[in-house]
């Protein structure tokens, strides 16, 4: 029996009920997700009425400040021992802050809110979204060890993220077609349902899923820690990888309804829609990357799905204006690598956080998830540059009588389509020689258990 087909003698296959109740709190999470860089840079720059350059400089601001918690909440979750778990009783702790959060960042806000208001509550938003997602993942690493098991939980993971989206997105659009109200409205309506989701399915996964203990030393070593594991071949490839894959849906995201509005002519319920189908291709495209991960390895599919991606992406943007069912067509089909990335790079780190606790006895998947989670994060600041520039040659989110001029608009086409096309492809070429196979993540796999197995002995 080869190392690539040898059974683990430790880990069962999860159930596909154990892992729907494990990634329920997707939903809310993914709405989130969403919302942080598409609905709220745009609602509070036009419903709440801030400068657009404002709304950019206070979420960067917010970012890079939530940057520096991910290794902190990383570390503690690793120095973490209970009952309950490593994981799960993070995911606890987030679920009353986002609640607060959702409240008054999508509910109690009003037009005429200030940069201070938005600070505060963004700020308490991101600590408590961190907490959420870093715990979700660490616990889907110990939920599966194995290397093609791990891509089925993440994407399990990524399906869920993917609904999650795609309900989120529907409910403005369902509220002003419908006449319930305006678009605000169906904000507001958008921070209830994920009031309601929070405590529902984190408690649902707390109670139906289980939390295996991982064998190893307590971490150790603060900064110098977190500078060994930039220095590893295999994280350094990955953490671009995912700066890149991270931007270029952050740049479509922040831009999507300026593009479709001013450059295509379609209403703020038509560039819901094609989002919409944007995210349910993605959906529909997840189990295509998850499988032909098992064919060739994760690190092979990816950086396929990322050169698919790029040409679909750009020859999606580039049909005409006019035409809503060709327009949504494109964008359906543009959509279908769009999980790809998300879910294949967060299996790949666990896979390296076996690699690190091999070789060094540590298990360090809080922390490594945390610096995963902030090069994310990253590419999110990075993906609000664009609002700089194009305030900067003269773009307005609600343009006067005379609209936006020609430059301006030229700028946003070229923000749009070009930047986000090569930032993809970009990702293909950094994952050329990645080292951490699925034959040599099979002889770390088999090498841990009998570590482990003799410990416990």
Same mark, same amino acid.
């Given at each position: 029996?080869?190392?690539?087909?040898?059974?683990?003698?430790?880990?069962?296959?999860?159930?596909?009920?154990?892992?729907?109740?494990?990634?329920?709190?997707?939903?809310?999470?993914?709405?989130?997700?969403?919302?942080?860089?598409?609905?709220?840079?745009?609602?509070?720059?036009?419903?709440?009425?801030?400068?657009?350059?404002?709304?950019?400089?206070?979420?960067?601001?917010?970012?890079?400040?939530?940057?520096?918690?991910?290794?902190?909440?990383?570390?503690?979750?690793?120095?973490?021992?209970?009952?309950?778990?490593?994981?799960?009783?993070?995911?606890?702790?987030?679920?009353?802050?986002?609640?607060?959060?959702?409240?008054?960042?999508?509910?109690?806000?009003?037009?005429?809110?200030?940069?201070?208001?938005?600070?505060?509550?963004?700020?308490?938003?991101?600590?408590?979204?961190?907490?959420?997602?870093?715990?979700?993942?660490?616990?889907?690493?110990?939920?599966?060890?194995?290397?093609?098991?791990?891509?089925?939980?993440?994407?399990?993971?990524?399906?869920?993220?993917?609904?999650?989206?795609?309900?989120?997105?529907?409910?403005?659009?369902?509220?002003?077609?419908?006449?319930?109200?305006?678009?605000?409205?169906?904000?507001?309506?958008?921070?209830?349902?994920?009031?309601?989701?929070?405590?529902?399915?984190?408690?649902?996964?707390?109670?139906?899923?289980?939390?295996?203990?991982?064998?190893?030393?307590?971490?150790?070593?603060?900064?110098?820690?977190?500078?060994?594991?930039?220095?590893?071949?295999?994280?350094?490839?990955?953490?671009?990888?995912?700066?890149?894959?991270?931007?270029?849906?952050?740049?479509?995201?922040?831009?999507?309804?300026?593009?479709?509005?001013?450059?295509?002519?379609?209403?703020?319920?038509?560039?819901? !829609?094609?989002?919409?189908?944007? %995210? #349910? &291709? /993605? =959906?529909?495209? +997840?189990?295509?990357?998850?499988? @032909?991960?098992?064919?060739?390895?994760?690190?092979?599919?990816?950086?396929?799905?990322?050169?698919?991606?790029?040409?679909?992406?750009?020859?999606?943007?580039?049909?005409?204006?006019?035409?809503?069912? !060709?327009?949504?067509?494109?964008? %359906? #089909? &543009? /959509? =279908?690598?769009? +999980?790809?990335?998300?879910?294949? @790079?967060?299996?790949?780190?666990?896979?390296?956080?076996?690699?690190?606790?091999?070789?060094?006895?540590?298990?360090?998947?809080?922390?490594?998830?945390?610096?995963?989670?902030?090069?994310?994060?990253?590419?999110?600041?990075?993906?609000?540059?664009?609002?700089?520039?194009?305030? +900067?040659?003269?773009?307005?989110?609600?343009?006067?009588?005379?609209?936006?001029?020609?430059?301006?608009?030229?700028?946003?086409?070229?923000?749009?389509?070009?930047?986000?096309?090569?930032?993809?492809?970009?990702?293909?070429?950094?994952?050329?020689?990645?080292?951490?196979?699925?034959?040599?993540?099979?002889?770390?796999?088999?090498?841990?258990?009998?570590?482990?197995?003799?410990?416990?002995?």
């Amino acid at each position: 029996m080869t190392a690539r087909s040898a059974p683990s003698r430790t880990a069962p296959r999860r159930s596909n009920a154990v892992l729907a109740a494990f990634s329920g709190p997707c939903l809310p999470l993914a709405a989130f997700g969403v919302a942080l860089p598409v609905t709220l840079p745009e609602f509070y720059a036009t419903f709440v009425g801030m400068e657009l350059g404002v709304v950019a400089g206070v979420f960067m601001a917010v970012r890079l400040i939530d940057i520096l918690f991910d290794p902190f909440i990383g570390w503690g979750m690793d120095k973490t021992r209970t009952r309950l778990g490593r994981y799960r009783p993070w995911m606890a702790i987030s679920t009353p802050i986002l609640m607060l959060a959702a409240l008054m960042m999508f509910v109690v806000v009003q037009p005429g809110a200030g940069p201070i208001y938005l600070f505060g509550w963004l700020l308490v938003l991101y600590l408590g979204f961190s907490i959420g997602t870093l715990g979700q993942l660490g616990w889907a690493a110990v939920l599966a060890p194995q290397y093609d098991q791990r891509s089925r939980v993440y994407g399990w993971w990524q399906v869920f993220n993917i609904i999650g989206v795609i309900l989120i997105l529907v409910l403005p659009t369902v509220v002003v077609q419908t006449g319930i109200g305006t678009y605000a409205d169906g904000v507001r309506i958008m921070g209830w349902a994920i009031l309601i989701a929070l405590p529902v399915t984190i408690g649902l996964a707390m109670i139906a899923v289980p939390e295996p203990v991982t064998t190893g030393d307590q971490p150790h070593g603060g900064l110098g820690a977190y500078l060994a594991l930039l220095k590893m071949p295999t994280v350094r490839k990955l953490l671009i990888a995912d700066l890149l894959l991270g931007v270029a849906p952050g740049i479509t995201g922040s831009l999507l309804f300026f593009f479709f509005g001013q450059i295509k002519g379609y209403d703020h319920s038509q560039a819901g !829609l094609f989002m919409l189908f944007y %995210f #349910i &291709a /993605g =959906l529909c495209g +997840a189990p295509i990357w998850a499988w @032909l991960a098992t064919r060739i390895g994760k690190d092979k599919a990816l950086a396929v799905a990322s050169l698919i991606f790029a040409a679909l992406y750009i020859a999606a943007t580039l049909v005409p204006g006019g035409n809503f069912m !060709l327009t949504a067509g494109a964008m %359906f #089909i &543009a /959509g =279908l690598p769009y +999980a790809a990335g998300l879910f294949l @790079l967060r299996a790949m780190m666990a896979d390296a956080g076996d690699e690190v606790r091999l070789e060094t006895g540590v298990d360090r998947t809080g922390l490594m998830f945390s610096i995963l989670s902030a090069t994310t994060k990253i590419g999110h600041v990075v993906a609000l540059i664009p609002y700089l520039i194009l305030q +900067a040659v003269g773009f307005k989110a609600v343009p006067g009588a005379g609209g936006n001029s020609d430059f301006s608009l030229l700028t946003l086409q070229v923000l749009f389509i070009l930047v986000p096309g090569l930032l993809l492809a970009a990702a293909a070429w950094v994952l050329k020689g990645y080292p951490l196979t699925p034959k040599r993540h099979d002889e770390i796999r088999l090498a841990l258990e009998a570590r482990d197995a003799g410990a416990r002995a």
